[in-house]
């Protein structure tokens, strides 16, 4: 199991697009609603091409290495989904944990959807062409900020992870590829707080939608 994907919704989808191209990442796909219809406005497009007509953009793909992001016009900014890359046989696990959870499961061709008691979704998606073969930036970790209303534990429950910190304000667990770290907040939405990235080389910094970007050269000591 491969966490490899975040969601957004919000309203600064060019300033996430260039933030994104300038980091490294490369537009692959860009969905709109145009004069009531879907269309798409792919690269080689560019904003300068589409600028003056009203489109809505339901979502833009970016990809570099093994990260895959979308986001989507929103009225805001607000955190939506994390996915993981699973084969088969850890996909119907986890699809039959999240039945004994009695969470929703959204099954599809393309990839399946986990709702969670926290308003974020997981994806499981089974196409491993959705990340290029380059090894960098790979996620080595996230942390997510949210109301602590149901036990995250459950989250261990629902991938197999092992539960290795647990308090009232943070919960830890991870497995052999990656670390998912869960702090109470006030507000009543989850949003991705961080990410922590096996990169090619180091940096931190902070996207349009206020997630801090942390890139290591060694992998992270979980």
């Known amino acids: 199991m491969q966490l490899f994907h975040y969601h957004w919704w919000t309203d600064k989808v060019e300033e996430m697009e260039r ?7 490369e537009t692959t ?4 609603r145009y004069n009531g219809e879907m269309h798409t406005f792919n690269p080689p497009l560019n904003w300068e091409d589409f ?13 570099k290495g093994q990260t895959n992001l979308t986001f989507g016009h929103g009225k805001r900014d607000m955190f939506d989904h994390i996915g993981f890359l699973v084969k088969d046989p ?11 959870l009695k969470w929703k499961v959204n099954e599809g061709e393309r990839r399946t959807f986990i709702s969670t008691p926290w308003k974020f979704r997981i994806e499981l998606q089974k196409r491993r062409e959705v990340v290029t073969e380059e090894k960098h930036p790979s996620i080595q970790a996230m942390e997510i900020h949210m109301p602590f209303c149901e036990d995250p534990a459950l989250v261990s429950s629902l991938l197999d992870f092992e539960l290795i910190e647990q308090s009232s304000g943070k919960v830890k667990i991870r497995d052999g590829e990656c ?5 109470n907040s006030e507000k009543k939405e989850a949003s991705l707080h961080s990410i922590m990235y096996l990169a090619n080389q180091d ?8 997630t801090t970007l942390i890139g290591r050269t060694q992998k992270w000591n979980q």
């Open 51 to 63: 600028r003056d007509k009203d489109i809505r953009f339901r979502i833009i793909e970016m990809v």
């Open 203 to 210: 940096f931190n910094k902070v996207d349009p939608v206020h």
């Open 179 to 183: 670390t998912l770290t869960f702090c």
């Open 19 to 25: 933030f994104y191209q300038e980091s490294g990442f």
């Open 29 to 32: 796909l860009r969905v709109g």
């Open 90 to 100: 850890e996909y119907s696990k986890v699809i039959e944990r999240a039945k004994e």
